[in-house]
């Protein structure tokens, strides 16, 4: 009998807010992207932040700044929603 890994704790949605919050640099925008509502992206973020071992994205004023451990996430998380976007064509 084959054994399958647990089902990942980080969903594509979360790794699509945290993309989207770098790429457009701030929730609100990040959420007009996404055609999502503000609270749903800062939502998606903190449960991201809760299962890495550090988190990914830091609140300065408005804007939202990279650490550490999300600059080395962020070409994980587009490579892996490229992939997705690409099994779906």
């Given at each position: 009998?084959?054994?399958?890994?647990?089902?990942?704790?980080?969903?594509?949605?979360?790794?699509?807010?945290?993309?989207?919050?770098?790429?457009?640099?701030?929730?609100?925008?990040?959420?007009?992207?996404?055609?999502?509502?503000?609270?749903?992206?800062?939502?998606?973020?903190?449960?991201?932040?809760?299962v890495?071992?550090?988190p990914?994205?830091?609140?300065?004023?408005?804007?939202?700044?990279?650490?550490?451990?999300?600059?080395?996430?962020?070409?994980?998380?587009?490579?892996?929603?490229?992939?997705?976007?690409?099994?779906?064509?």
């Open positions: 009998m084959r054994k399958y890994n647990p089902i990942p704790k980080i969903t594509l949605e979360q790794w699509a807010a945290f993309k989207a919050v770098v790429d457009e640099g701030t929730y609100a925008r990040a959420a007009e992207a996404l055609n999502k509502s503000q609270s749903s992206v800062s939502y998606a973020i903190a449960r991201l932040n809760e890495l071992p550090s990914a994205l830091e609140q300065d004023g408005r804007k939202a700044v990279l650490t550490a451990t999300g600059t080395a996430l962020y070409r994980y998380a587009s490579n892996l929603l490229d992939q997705a976007h690409a099994t779906e064509q």
